[in-house]
């Protein structure tokens, strides 16, 4: 395992700040190179600089409001300004790992680069490990270029005597399935063969006598399509619930598949999450860390996760692997046990917390 894989591992939330750190890794080996950056840029398209003055780079930028366009400021993963003699140019790099774009999150890019004083020259760089096309949302100030980490992991394989950070970074992202190729796997044919059936299989765990419970214990439980958005947006097969004006708690039942390495095996469990947005984030979130707490020692560990972070959507889960159900001789009997067990800790929670907004809102879940 890379250096930076056994660093993540130290987070209490490894999978939710994949993203963030593969960013500040980036980042660093951008800063730490200006050759290599403009090298990188102008094989994206982004530059035609072949030497530059001085090369910025920075990450989480806030950028205030532009007045009348937007009700919040904006953060761009990674900021890049360049600068040959009095010629300055900016670039945006805004970095999706299993997630995707939130809604109009590229336009107000687009708007604060449009905004930006004393730059010759914006560009906007949306960079995916995931398939996710984009219109071209190039205009005649700010220009628009998709791209996928697996290139730039392609383009780091060129630099000749690479540094120890960016070996590491290598390892990192092969790690973190950020080095595809365009050829299928073994791995891939085979989980295209069984899709069908795996699926099949996880209906049958979920949408029987699970299903019906969910809806008793949190009120509303989704669908089968809806499940499958889940699945092709947050990597995750699952029942959600919402509660509470504005989509304070969210319930959600069900599979989770890794991110990282394909031949790893799904979380099997239930989630509970506050929205940071919460109006009364506070009291959910003690409430979510006594629940917490409370299940230490118990036969069902629930482990909480970013309560202490508002801008975060925090809860507190349960889950086990998927492999651990293999041994049983009913795979789907045991697996619903296991969630008709964890609804019963869901129906404890509420029980527990009467005066939280338990009002349901909506069933498809919301982008956390």
């Not at 600068?83 to 995707?100: C, L, T, W, Y």
Request: hydrophobic share 40%; glycine share 4%; aromatic share 10%.
């Amino acid at each position: 395992m890379s250096l930076f894989g056994k660093l993540l591992q130290l987070h209490s939330d490894e999978h939710r700040r994949l993203e963030d750190f593969h960013t500040e890794i980036v980042a660093h080996v951008l800063a730490s190179d200006s050759e290599l950056t403009l090298r990188w840029l102008r094989k994206l398209g982004v530059t035609e600089l072949h030497e530059a003055d001085e090369i910025a780079v920075s990450t989480q930028q806030e950028f205030q409001p532009i007045e009348r366009l937007h009700s919040f400021g904006s953060k761009p993963d990674i900021t890049i300004r360049v600068r040959k003699e009095s010629h300055v140019e900016a670039v945006f790099i805004e970095s999706k790992v299993g997630s995707e774009e939130s809604q109009g999150q590229l336009s107000k890019y687009i708007d604060q680069l449009r905004a930006l004083l004393g730059v010759d020259q914006r560009s906007l760089v949306f960079i995916t490990r995931d398939y996710e096309p984009k219109e071209n949302l190039s205009d005649e100030i700010v220009r628009f270029f998709p791209a996928r980490w697996s290139d730039f992991y392609h383009f780091l394989c060129t630099v000749e005597s690479p540094s120890d950070a960016i070996r590491e970074l290598l390892k990192f992202m092969q790690e973190n399935n950020m080095s595809q190729s365009n050829r299928f796997t073994a791995i891939e044919l085979l989980a295209l063969t069984n899709h069908h059936r795996a699926r099949s299989l996880m209906d049958a765990s979920m949408w029987e006598n699970a299903g019906k419970k969910f809806a008793k214990v949190c009120g509303a439980m989704g669908s089968a399509t809806k499940a499958m958005s889940q699945l092709r947006i947050h990597n995750r097969y699952v029942m959600a619930a919402g509660h509470g004006t504005g989509y304070q708690i969210e319930f959600l039942l069900g599979y989770w598949f890794p991110d990282e390495q394909p031949s790893d095996s799904p979380e099997v469990g239930m989630h509970i999450y506050v929205n940071p947005k919460a109006a009364q984030r506070p009291a959910i979130a003690k409430a979510m860390l006594k629940f917490s707490e409370g299940s230490n020692g118990a036969v069902r560990k629930w482990n909480h996760f970013d309560l202490s972070n508002d801008r975060e959507w925090a809860g507190v889960a349960c889950s086990v692997n998927l492999e651990d159900f293999l041994a049983k001789d009913n795979h789907v009997a045991a697996i619903t046990k296991w969630f008709e067990e964890l609804l019963d800790d869901a129906a404890a929670f509420r029980k527990q917390n009467p005066k939280l907004p338990w009002s349901v809102r909506a069933a498809e879940g919301e982008d956390n």
